[in-house]
Structures are given as C-alpha cells and as structure tokens.
Nanobody, 127 residues
C-alpha cells in the first residue's frame, strides 16, 4: 500500500526556516518523481518543487533561492528545506509521487501528473 506521510510543519515568524519531511512506503522514491505542493485557503494547489533520482530538480519561481528539495533514497524520504519564509508561504503543504515523466512538465509543476498524495502538513508564517 502506497503511503506518504508528511511532517515538520508548524508556525514560524517571517524570515524563519522549517524543514518538511515526507516518508514514503509501499514504493521506492528513486523510481519516481517526487514533489511538494501547497494550497492556501481559497487558492488553487500550487506546485512548489520536484525532484527525480537523476538529479533533475525544478522549483516554482516564488520559492527559487529560498527552498531546497532533496531526497534520501536509503530512508525513502523526501525533504523540503524552507528558508526566508514569508507570510505568503502560509499553506497546507503536500507531498506527492508520480511517474518520472511528472518531473518534466515544463515551466509549471502540474499536479495532475502526480498519482499519490499525503495528507498534508500546515505551515503558518506570521509577519
């Protein structure tokens, strides 16, 4: 059974940092594209970052230079290091898995290409 379990969310002040973790089970992350998405109240789900085992990584323009996605294949876990957090980063953050081609969607990370989703972890950034 495929499962994705996010952790690491919380409340921080603007400029602070958080690291999210996504522990995967039931499949091997190195054989897939792994992504982080977020959704704020009243807004559409937004692709934040993706990583594929060949080393291909993509980021949304809104987080470039501040967020870093990485994966530990031995732990079957994906991470999202978030620095210089802003109030507009406040959202529910979701981990997702898809076939490798999901990582190669052009300039926009497309949620429809991801088939497995975690339950999410809340990130709140106060000004």
């Amino acid at each position: 059974q495929v499962q994705l379990m996010e952790s690491g969310g919380g409340s921080v002040q603007s400029g602070g940092s958080l690291t999210l973790s996504c522990a995967a089970s039931g499949f091997t992350i190195s054989r897939n594209c792994m992504g982080w998405f977020r959704q704020a109240p009243g807004k559409e789900r937004e692709g934040v970052a993706t990583v594929e085992s060949t080393g291909y990584i993509s980021y949304a323009d809104s987080v470039k230079g501040r967020f870093t996605i990485s994966q530990d294949n031995a732990k079957n876990t994906v991470y999202l290091q978030m620095n210089s957090l802003k109030p507009e980063d406040t959202a529910m953050y979701y981990c997702a898995a898809g076939a490798k081609y999901a990582c190669y969607s052009g300039s926009t990370i497309q949620a429809v290409r991801f088939h497995y989703w975690g339950q999410g972890t809340q990130v709140t950034v106060s000004s």
